[in-house]
Structure formats: structure tokens, C-alpha cells
């Protein structure tokens, strides 16, 4: 019934998705039949089953909420994973990256970070590289991390350009867990 979806997989969003409308239809079904109990046996509203109904509509709400935004968030299709998938093969590749904003959203369809270098590609026709490298640089120094450098592309060409040439770069990391702490800041951020 439930597939285990984790952040920066292929299709986290597309599983995410799914899961919470299942939660979301479960928590409805149950509000709605406790206060249907309730209305059915005591042939009024006013009990403490009502009360009850009520009060789960509250998650049930909550999770509608996630879905529509997942819902209106978009990740990388099968073509895209197909293409990329060669051209990271010392990297670790996040998929599915979608940051929110006050101001607006950012689908990014897949990122990578090495060394303090963070790139990242979207699909999306109104996708702002420049507002998300923004969005994606004050919330990683609100996170603490400093001396890092974001680049955002539209263009595939362009990102597996850029993809291969992080790829092939010589590791000179003296710290790993740095790259690590990075891709955790950005996994706590995303929906």
C-alpha cells in the first residue's frame, strides 16, 4: 500500500504524493464516520462523538494542505533520470528538490553538491535561477554553512555540461562531512 519515499530520491515526489492522499482520504473517512456514528445513534448533532469528528477534521486538514502543495510540485520524469543518471557517477545525485518561498516556489528537478559547490537543473518554464540561488544561499547560512557556491541552469545541455566537469574535478575535500551537513540543510528545507 505504501511505498517508503525519501528526500533527494528519483520520484520522492511522485510517492510522496501519493502517500499523503491515502492519509488525507483515511483521516476524512474517519472524521466523517465518528460523526456519522455519533448523529446516528443519538439522532442529534450535539454529543461527544460530534466533538470528536470535529476535532480530527483538524489533521485531516492538515494533511489536504500537503497534498495540494505536492500536487502542484513537479520533479524529474524518466527521460531526465535516464539522462543524467550516466553523468554522476562520483556524485550524489537529489532529486525532487522543491523549495518554498514567501515569494514563490522552485522545482528543482535534480542537484548535486561537491565541495562546497552546489548545482542544480529545473524544467520548469518560470523557474528563477537567480531568486532560488538566493532562496537556497540565505537559508543554508541561516543553517550555518559558509563558503559554498550555487549555480542553477534551465538549460540541460548546459547543467550535464556543468555535471561533468564537478564529476571529473579532483576531490581535494579534507572534509566530507562538510558536502554532507550541505545536503542535509537542503533535504530539512524542501517539501
Keep these: 500500500m505504501f511505498k517508503r519515499s525519501i528526500k533527494g530520491n ?4 511522485k510517492t ?9 482520504a483515511v483521516f476524512f473517512t474517519l472524521s466523517l464516520g465518528i460523526i456519522l456514528t455519533g448523529y446516528l445513534t443519538t439522532g442529534t448533532r450535539k454529543n461527544l462523538l460530534t466533538i470528536v469528528g470535529i476535532l480530527g477534521l483538524l489533521p485531516a486538514s492538515k494533511s489536504l494542505v500537503s497534498l495540494i502543495m505536492l500536487i502542484r510540485a513537479k520533479g524529474a520524469d ?19 528538490m522543491y523549495f518554498t518561498s514567501y ?5 528543482v528537478y535534480h542537484m548535486t ?3 562546497g559547490v552546489i548545482i542544480g537543473y529545473s524544467g520548469d518554464p518560470s523557474f528563477d535561477a537567480k531568486q532560488c540561488s538566493e532562496h537556497v544561499n540565505a ?4 543553517a550555518g554553512h559558509n563558503g559554498f557556491t550555487t549555480c542553477f541552469s534551465t538549460k540541460i545541455d548546459d547543467y550535464l555540461k556543468m555535471l561533468n ?11 566530507p562531512g562538510r558536502d554532507d551537513g550541505i545536503r542535509i540543510s537542503l ?4 517539501l
Excluded at 528519483?10 to 515526489?13: G, H, K, M, N, W
Design 10 to 13: 528519483f520520484q520522492y515526489l
Design 16 to 24: 510522496k504524493r501519493i502517500n499523503t492522499a491515502i492519509i488525507t
Design 78 to 96: 524518466q527521460k531526465l533520470f535516464d539522462l543524467i543518471n550516466g553523468s554522476d557517477n562520483n556524485l550524489i545525485s537529489m532529486y525532487d
Design 103 to 107: 515569494k514563490k516556489n522552485f522545482a
Design 113 to 115: 553538491v561537491k565541495e
Design 139 to 142: 537559508m543554508l547560512k541561516q
Design 165 to 175: 566537469s564537478l564529476n571529473e574535478k579532483a576531490s581535494l575535500n579534507k572534509d
Design 187 to 190: 533535504y530539512e528545507i524542501i
